[in-house]
């Protein structure tokens, strides 16, 4: 059996470390977000009864650590192992029922949150308020009021006010789930805010509307420009993935192709005009990564251009934004070479 | 070179016992629904019309008739009693398809009920097609599946025999893509000169020297033909490609109108340039889409090329 102490990260991946009370969703959130498992295939999970540790390669290398709900960290035998642990982790992710009675598992997270902190006061906190596709629009609200303002208060009374904790409301249902990993793992990329530059440069320079760098296999978003996310061009992009995938998968033999990554093939590219005017735009990058972007061709007063001078035109801004985006491609090769975190 | 159109409008009886997922199937062939949406249906009550505009001037009219007790034996006693009645809906039908729920628990009664319509029908439209549809696949061990396909589809072959009707079966759930190749080859079955369009794509394809070509049927996305390179040289290898490839496809970009439907629109055209090969998916006229493979290695890769190619053969097909 692997003991805790095996988990312990010795290299430089950016972990994360997954804890919750029984049943809280812990293992079906790895499912479904690293191995695209069905939502409902989820209700068959064993419950998690031992430390188990995933890796993923991305734009980072990532490890997802899932603790099972049980284990008792502040029994002595562990004591040991588990400050070693928090001490290696980037971010503690805090999974809470909010189905079931909620208070323990409150309790439980001050606990946690305190012993962290106090080891590793560099840690992110989040905690996911998660199942909400069981409760109604206005319930989930004040439960997320309720759950702040009881985190908080209990934090207070632990004498820990300057512990920066964030929530998310999430399900496994919908997007949610990709949204706040997105954001979690993000925190634990060095290069974002030089990442993110690159991105609003690319925005400036093109019509772009909305870029996501995504990681192909799970659909989690590593960056994206400044500009607010919406949840629903979120989806598009995302499916728009799947399409390009499942498209090119027909016609290839071997499945997986679209993952390796050979310099001496050219990127997958995948281009789809709209009825609105807009074209979704989808460059492989490089580390299975893909560029997907949703575009606004503007063609300015078409009114005396014919159909073959506005094909032309936006066939030229089409071919100005590969270059761009071939620009950008290049400029990640070179950071993820001297990247810190590999 | 243009297709003959005879416009007409062809009636098709979709029947089956309460729950079978009749009204489940229409709705996503016919009416963009998901298979989660699926969910919300209520039971039929009488007979929903829908009406879908197919190709050139076919009309096809669904008579999605529900399935409780007390409307089967309206319409089957209506038939009898007053067989010349508006109200007898066996009159003039193209198509039966019939649905039969593969779990379910009253086997003698719902064949005894698919008899009872083959009667009337055999009676009032006797040049019927009759498609039987094993639904709901997706809830029996795969392992299973084809010998239990075969028994029922024998039994009913069976059923069918004395009323003259020569059966089709297919078997179907809303959770893969089986339901789209079934309702291709009944979609297909209504369409008089099929075999214009196999040889306009063929004469398309000598010029093209595309891997395989499609053409699909705009709002539904159904398979209408299909022309495929390596048949040719049948010693190509590329003849081990997914044999469910149609209505993988179908079922994908159906999925990916959904998807775009989130932001309030649709899809135009798709232009794929993957590992081995390019994709073009564009509007080929006002009923059809058609999508072009190219291989990488034995074409120049012009995107722009192929798509005017698509234009100058779209006018052949207006
Ligand atoms: N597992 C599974 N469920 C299905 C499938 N097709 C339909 N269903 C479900 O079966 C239920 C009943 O489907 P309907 O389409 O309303 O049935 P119907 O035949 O129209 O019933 P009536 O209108 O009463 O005649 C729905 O909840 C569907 O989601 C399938 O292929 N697999
Ligand atoms: N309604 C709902 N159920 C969920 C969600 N996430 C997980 N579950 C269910 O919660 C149960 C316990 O999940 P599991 O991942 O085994 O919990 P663990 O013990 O924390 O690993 C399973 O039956 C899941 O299907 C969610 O977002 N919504
Ligand atoms: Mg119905």
Redesign the interface.
Known sequence: MQSASDLINKDNKATILLMGLRRCGKSSICKVVFHNMQPLDTLYLESTSKPTKEEFKSLIDLAVMELPGQLNFFEPSNFYDSEKLFSSIGALVYVIDSQDEYLNALTNVSMIVEYAYRINPKIHIEVLIHKIDGLSEDFRMDTQRDIMQRVGDELLDLGLEGVQVSFYLTSIFDHSIYEAFSRIIQKLIFELPALENLLDLLIQYNKFEKIFLFDINSKIYVATDSSPVDI??Y??CA??I???I???G????GAE??LLEDKN??P?????????G?I?YLHQMIRGLALVALVRIDNGDTSNLSQKEIDDNV?TQLSIIDHNVCVFKKSLEKMWESSRIK | MAVSSSSSRKKLLLMGRSGSGKSSMRSIIFSNYSAFDTRRLGATMDVEHSNLRFLNNMTLNLWDCGGQDVFIENFLNTSTNQPNSNNNIFKKCEVLIHVFDVESKEVTKDIEIFQRVLKNLNQFSPQCKVFILLHKMDLIQISKRNELFQIMFTKLQEIATPFNFNITGFATSIWDESLYKAWSSIVCSLIPNISVYEKQLLSFNNVLNA??IILFEKTTFLVISSTNNSLKNSSDSSN???PK?FE??SN??K??KQ??N????????????????S?YLDVLNDNMYIMI?MDHQDNINDD?LVLENVKIFSKLFQ
């Open positions: 629903q061009t989806e598009v499916e728009f799947d399409v390009t499942d498209l090119d027909l016609y290839e033999t192709k679209l093939n050219k997958i590219k995948c281009i789809s005009k709209l009825k609105n807009t979704l066939k | 891997k395989e081990d490609l997914d490839r993988k496809i994908i970009i999925t990916y998807s775009v989130k932001v309030r629109t649709n899809f135009t055209s798709l232009i794929l340039n993957g590992l081995t090969s994709i493979i722009n």
